[in-house]
């Protein structure tokens, strides 16, 4: 199995900064993608930022200039850069990986649990 580990959010006034990471271990072959998404009560989960195989990294158009991703291949981690956080940046922020698995070489996707940001004006 893959577990995919968050940590990093937390409380913050607004124009404030937090850094999430991400860690994903397990039964590994390779990852084909990673990233973030979020969901806001009442809200349906949303890509916040997501790395590709090819380095690539996609954006929300709504973080953009904002947040950055980053990633540490050798430590199957992910890392997103918060900045200038907003009040409507409130949400559950879920770690997401494609992950090709070891036990069978497909790719499946896995989540971690949520970690909760809060953004207060």
């Known amino acids: 199995q893959v577990q995919l580990v968050e940590s990093g959010g937390g409380l913050v006034q607004a124009g404030g900064s937090l850094r999430l990471s991400c860690t994903a271990s397990?039964?590994?072959?390779?990852?084909?993608?990673m990233g973030w998404y979020r969901q806001a009560p009442g809200k349906q989960r949303e890509l916040v930022a997501i790395?590709?195989?090819?380095?690539?990294?996609n954006y929300a158009d709504s973080v953009k200039g904002r947040f950055t991703s980053s990633g540490d291949n050798a430590k199957n981690t992910v890392y997103l850069q918060m900045n200038s956080l907003q009040p409507e940046d409130t949400a559950v922020y879920y770690c997401?990986?494609?992950?090709?698995?070891?036990?069978?070489?497909?790719?499946?996707?896995?989540w971690g649990q949520g970690t909760q940001v809060t953004v207060s004006s």
């Open positions: 997401n990986a494609h992950v090709k698995t070891t036990a069978s070489m497909l790719v499946f996707s896995f």
């Open positions: 397990g039964s590994i072959s390779s990852i084909d993608a």
């Open positions: 790395i590709t195989g090819g380095g690539r990294i």
